[in-house]
């Protein structure tokens, strides 16, 4: 299924944010970057709707908001941005996970959780 289809159910499992301030923590971020895939009308409603601002890559050559901008903060880490990109490039090194081969959800849960292990693992070798 293509993301676009699921960025609704995306968009309300996400868990409330800390901003700094005080007072109850906002339960949406404030805009969302995201690349062609998700420049339709749905998507962009839907974002709407909850109060977020969509910055979206326009289809097509060029434009206010082209993919080259965008990736600007594809990869930056902000208290309001959720950092996806980054951590799917690092799973998708692994193939099992990249291709999912089993056919039983629990099998396919143990594989994530062993591969998000050994990423931080590297992180912490990387680190000292």
Not at 76 to 99: I, Q, Y
Request: charged fraction near 30%.
């Amino acid at each position: 299924m293509h993301d676009s289809k699921m960025l609704e159910a995306a968009l309300n499992a996400i868990p409330p944010v800390r901003n700094g301030r005080p007072g109850r923590p906002r339960s949406r971020p404030d805009k969302l970057h995201v690349d062609k895939g998700y420049d339709y009308a749905t998507c962009r409603q839907a974002l709407k709707e909850r109060g977020i601002e969509p910055r979206i890559a326009r289809r097509g050559v060029g434009g206010v908001e082209w993919s080259e901008r965008l990736g600007r903060f594809r990869w930056v880490h902000t208290r309001v941005n959720v950092v996806v990109e980054r951590t799917m490039s690092w799973l998708n090194r692994f193939r099992r996970l990249r291709v999912r081969y089993e056919q039983h959800a629990d099998t396919h849960q143990a594989f994530l959780s062993l591969a998000c292990a050994l990423v931080c693992v590297k992180q912490l070798r990387r680190l000292t």
